[in-house]
């Protein structure tokens, strides 16, 4: 099946400092989107992207959807203590318009 | 209710037993989907219900593992004869329509543990 590559696995950082994940892919997809998961509670989409090279900013979040269709990064500018869970990136493919397929999340832990 | 809503939250049972557990979507919310979601492991598709659709099944781990939804709303995820590789978080989402994800809300998710 699909898979999506997200790394890092964790990081840990100081408040203020930036930070940038990822996510790889073999297949290609048609929608790439950004999850962060806190504890105990469940994903809450932080960024949407659907056409190739689309660039899109949340607040202090920047995103970007790869021109191969295969892969995105997430960055965080100036990060702070609640930036802290777990990012998960996931994806559509053509194959299905509802279907995500997710990365394994990256574990984030911000230093204040 | 404001989001959806999952229960039990947590639930331990012993390796054997039959599990239920069920997930209210939001009100007026389509589609529902669930997602198994293992320690250290991202979110694995399980099963997708849309409308009066038949629900796409293909995520289902094995034959253990069944889920209905009564009435176009409620859905219940069954797991019989529970073993300890269903320990997990199981959530459950919703959305308007068949969605590209801008719209898809997740539960807070019911623990299982399988002892």
């Known amino acids: 099946g699909q898979q999506l590559n997200q790394s890092p696995q964790s990081m840990f950082i100081q408040e203020g400092e930036d930070v940038s994940m990822n996510c790889t892919s073999s297949s290609i997809f048609n929608t790439w989107l950004w999850y962060k998961q806190d504890p105990g509670e469940g994903p809450v989409l932080l960024i949407a992207?659907?056409?190739?090279?689309e660039l899109t900013s949340n607040g202090r979040l920047t995103a970007q959807f790869g021109i191969t269709r295969k892969d995105s990064f997430l960055n965080i500018s100036a990060s702070i203590p609640s930036d802290v869970g777990i990012y998960f990136c996931?994806?559509?493919?053509?194959?299905?318009?509802?279907?995500?397929?997710f990365g394994k999340g990256t574990l984030l832990t911000v230093n204040p | 209710g404001a989001g959806v809503s999952q229960s039990p939250s947590n639930k331990v049972t012993e390796k054997g037993k039959d599990v239920e557990l069920r997930c209210d979507p939001i009100s007026g919310h389509t589609a529902l989907y669930w997602y198994r979601q293992s320690l250290g492991q991202g979110l694995e598709f399980l099963i997708y219900?849309?409308?009066?659709?038949?629900?796409?099944k293909s995520g289902l781990p094995s034959d253990r593992f069944s889920a209905e939804r009564t009435g176009g709303s409620v859905s219940t995820l069954t797991i019989q004869r529970t073993q300890q590789e269903d320990s997990a978080v199981y959530l459950c989402a919703s959305s308007l329509a068949p969605s590209s994800g801008n719209t898809i809300y997740f539960g807070e998710g019911s623990w299982l543990t399988v002892v």
């Open positions: 996931a994806g559509i493919s053509g194959g299905s318009n509802y279907k995500l397929t």
């Open positions: 992207l659907y056409k190739a090279g």
């Open positions: 219900f849309q409308g009066n659709s038949a629900p796409d």
